[in-house]
């Protein structure tokens, strides 16, 4: 975690260069133009969310932008197994995103005597291997998450999905695009449940998710994983393409599903940044966007 940080703030140093990487070709972008006399006032400009926004069971930090910068977007922060959300918290400020404000929170279920907690319904011990397995179902936390985002950032903030970015570590992955996939499911002809995009370091959909969807979720998603002695596995990567719309896999040059500990690993998490979170910047007060 410490060479994460410190790779961080090297990064952050250059932050306002990211913006000008080149976009994939494969992922939509929203613009900002300039309303014509025809074009009406959108909406207010979101908040920034507050301790008691939450619901009182939910254990979360928040880090606010950096130099004052309006919460333009909210970044939510999800531990891996066995981690507390101090990790995270740090690893938001670390990061230093322009206009954007992380949401860390904390897994609700305790490893009791083990310590650190955890996503999933139960404590499931793998049998191969004698370790807890990530998969142990996640509908208790995909609740409390729901209600985090729909419940506090949306109708108490007033920030719409696309405003909002998900970064989950191992079960915290699992549990970021498990909860993309039920957005998406219970979302109406009329509401649109895409997100600004799910990071996931090390973990693919977890059993309990749907094999596909049609239509696919349009929530764009990054998967980061090792080369070899990975969970995403190659009939992983086919689930989320069978899913997800826009899915890039980017794989380490060693193995194993660790946090990214070098610029190169760093890299295309920070151009996924440059590519979906939003700045209004130098945009005139009365702009609308166009998806």
């Known amino acids: 975690m410490h060479q994460l940080q410190y790779n961080l703030h090297r990064l952050s140093c250059t932050r ?9 070709p494969s992922f939509p972008s929203i613009d900002l133009v300039h309303p014509s006399e025809h074009l009406p006032f959108t909406r207010n400009m979101p908040r920034l969310p507050q301790s008691s926004d939450f619901p009182p069971k939910a254990v979360v930090s928040i880090v ?4 004052n910068d309006p ?3 909210i970044l939510v922060l999800l531990h891996g197994l066995g981690d507390k959300n101090d990790s995270f918290t740090n ?8 206009e954007t404000a992380c949401i860390s929170i904390q897994a609700p279920q305790s490893l009791l005597d083990l310590g650190g907690y955890h996503w999933g319904d139960d404590i499931i011990f793998d049998s191969t291997n004698g370790g807890i397995d990530a998969d142990a179902g996640f509908k208790q936390a995909t609740v409390l998450l729901k209600i985090i985002l729909q419940e506090t950032l949306m109708e108490k903030c007033g920030y719409k999905p696309r405003e909002i970015l998900i970064f989950g570590f191992g079960q915290g992955g699992m549990a970021a695009l498990n909860l993309a996939v039920a ?3 219970s979302a109406s002809e009329k509401t649109s449940s895409e997100l600004a995009g799910v ?8 059993a309990e998710a749907s094999a596909s969807l049609n239509p696919k979720c349009k929530t764009p998603i990054l998967v980061c994983a090792g080369s070899d002695q990975s969970s995403v596995t190659a009939s992983a990567e086919e689930k989320l393409k069978h899913v997800f719309e826009f899915v890039e896999i980017k794989r380490y040059r060693r193995p194993g599903d660790s946090m990214p500990n070098s610029r190169d690993e760093m890299l295309p998490i920070m151009q996924f940044f440059s590519r979906r979170l939003q700045s209004t910047k130098g945009v005139p007060p009365r702009s609308v966007q166009i998806s």
């Open 16 to 24: 306002n260069l990211v913006r000008h990487l080149p976009r994939h």
């Open 64 to 67: 606010p932008p950096p130099n």
């Open 71 to 73: 919460p333009t977007n």
């Open 91 to 98: 690893l938001g400020r670390q990061m230093n995103l322009p």
């Open 183 to 185: 957005l998406h499911e």
């Open 199 to 206: 990071i996931s370091i090390g973990a693919p959909l977890p």
